[in-house]
């Protein structure tokens, strides 16, 4: 059983409703964030998210129920008026980042939901059977940063130029895609990681690798959680590869 975004999210407010103890400003299950209702990938928070077989029971009050309530609505709302592709005027315009970030959050979404009604046709080689639910696990919380605005802008504008050219759905565009996942997951100049030597150089290699924010350092390897997120941006690109190809097979 493939399970989209909207029953992952559903889930685990679920699970967290059954085990949360925390008390917010305004009461027990509070979703208020800074004075603002707080977003889908928000109320969730960025905790990682339920096994598809892992059982979840409801608590049984109208707090719950409200917050399951307002999830729905506004994923609903998202999908019935989304925000406009991705163009290049987007990207180039950086005094915008968090329009950007949306409208990436949301094609991020609409690729995944693509993919979840074709999982019975999609499977690549070496595919497990939860390919799909693992890279929603992996992509919730790229999700969550593109909802708050928090992904650093290079970060933002590499995932924001592979995104559109897989907008364009061309072979030309998917090769560009490719070449941006490159770029992203390397960044603009990485650093070779697995220095063990114990010479002057190398101890100056460490320094440089244990520096959480240097430009220097691949973005694959900046932590585990961008990690696990680059690798299932990855996994979009060979979904969209394998889609075009199937488009273009049946007509």
Not at 53 to 66: H, I, K, L, Q
Not at 149 to 176: M, N, V
Request: charged share 25%; with cysteine; glycine share 6%.
């Amino acid at each position: 059983m493939s399970l989209s975004l909207s029953e992952l999210l559903r889930r685990e407010i679920a699970r967290k409703s059954v085990r949360s103890e925390e008390t917010g400003p305004n009461g027990p299950g509070s979703v208020e964030i800074e004075g603002k209702e707080a977003s889908v990938e928000e109320r969730v928070g960025e905790e990682q998210l339920p096994t598809e077989n892992g059982s979840t029971v409801a608590r049984d009050d109208s707090g719950s129920a409200e917050r399951l309530r307002k999830v729905q609505e506004t994923i609903a709302a998202e999908k019935a008026a989304p925000l406009p592709p991705i163009s290049v005027e987007d990207i180039t315009r950086s005094s915008d980042d968090s329009s950007l970030a949306l409208k990436c959050n949301q094609c991020i979404h609409r690729i995944v939901d693509d993919w979840g009604e074709h999982s019975q046709d999609y499977s690549p080689p070496g595919a497990t059977p939860t390919l799909l639910l693992d890279t929603k696990r992996s992509l919730f919380p790229l999700l969550v940063q593109l909802r708050k605005d928090t992904l650093p802008h290079e970060l933002l504008t590499s995932l924001a130029s592979l995104l559109y050219h897989l907008q364009q759905r061309t072979r030309a565009d998917q090769d560009a895609a490719l070449q941006l996942y490159l770029k992203l997951s390397i960044g603009d100049a990485a650093w070779p990681i697995g220095v063990s030597d114990v010479g002057i150089h190398a101890r100056s290699n460490h320094t440089r690798i244990a520096q959480g924010g240097n430009s220097d350092i691949a973005n694959i390897m900046r932590d585990e959680q961008t990690r696990l997120w680059i690798v299932a941006v990855k996994r979009l690109v060979s979904y969209e590869q394998w889609a075009l190809r199937s488009a273009g097979a049946s007509r």
